[in-house]
Structure formats: structure tokens, C-alpha cells
Nanobody, 113 residues
Framework: QVQLVESGGGLVQPGGSLRLSCLASGFTFSSYTMRWYRQALGKEREYVAYIASAGGTTNYADSVKGRFTISRDNAKNTVYLQMNSLKPEDTAVYYC??????WGQGTQVTVSS
């Protein structure tokens, strides 16, 4: 059974940092591209970042470029999202996605003073 479990969310002050993790199971993680999305209250889910299966290629939404870094450890079946210089507008539920089909349950990130 496929599972994606996000963790690492929480409350952080503007300018702070968080690292999200997404632990995958039930599929061949190393063969799948991985993405992070986010959904703020009352808004549509939006793309945040992408990483290729071997980790050599990454891509970011313009809104997070230069502040967020996606990475993966295929030996640990885990994808990460390092978020620095956080802003209140980064507040959202963050989801990881495996390939085109698999979604996690999300982790809440709140950026507030």
C-alpha cells in the first residue's frame, strides 16, 4: 500500500526556517519524480518544487526560488523541502506528491509573529 507521510511543519516567525520531510513506502521511490505542493486556506493547491528521480534536476515556483531547496535521499525513501527566509504568505498545508498519482496527507506550515 502506497504511503507518503509528511512531517516537519509547525509555527515559525517571519525570516525563519523549517525543513519538511516526506517518507515514502509501497512503491519504488528511486524511480519516481517527486514534487512539493502547497494549499493556503481558501486558495487552490499550487506547485512549489520538483526533483527528478535521481535527484540531478530540480525546479521551483518563482515565489520560492532562492529560498526553498528540494532534495532527496533514495536510500531513505525520503524527499525534503528546506525552507528559508519564510514569509507569512508561505503559510499553507504542504503536500508531497510521488509521480503523477500519489499524495501525502499534508503538514501545516504557519509563518507568523
Amino acid at each position: 500500500q502506497v504511503q507518503l507521510v509528511e512531517s516537519g511543519g509547525g509555527l515559525v516567525q517571519p525570516g525563519g526556517s523549517l525543513r519538511l520531510s516526506c517518507l515514502a513506502s509501497g512503491f519504488t521511490f528511486s524511480s519516481y519524480t517527486m514534487r512539493w505542493y502547497r494549499q493556503a486556506l481558501g486558495k487552490e493547491r499550487e506547485y512549489v518544487a520538483y526533483i527528478a528521480s535521481a535527484g540531478g534536476t530540480t525546479n521551483y515556483a518563482d515565489s520560492v526560488k532562492g529560498r526553498f531547496t528540494i532534495s532527496r535521499d533514495n536510500a531513505k525513501n525520503t524527499v525534503y523541502l528546506q525552507m528559508n527566509s519564510l514569509k507569512p504568505e508561505d503559510t499553507a498545508v504542504y503536500y508531497c506528491k510521488g509521480g503523477t498519482s500519489y499524495w501525502g496527507q499534508g503538514t501545516q506550515v504557519t509563518v507568523s509573529s
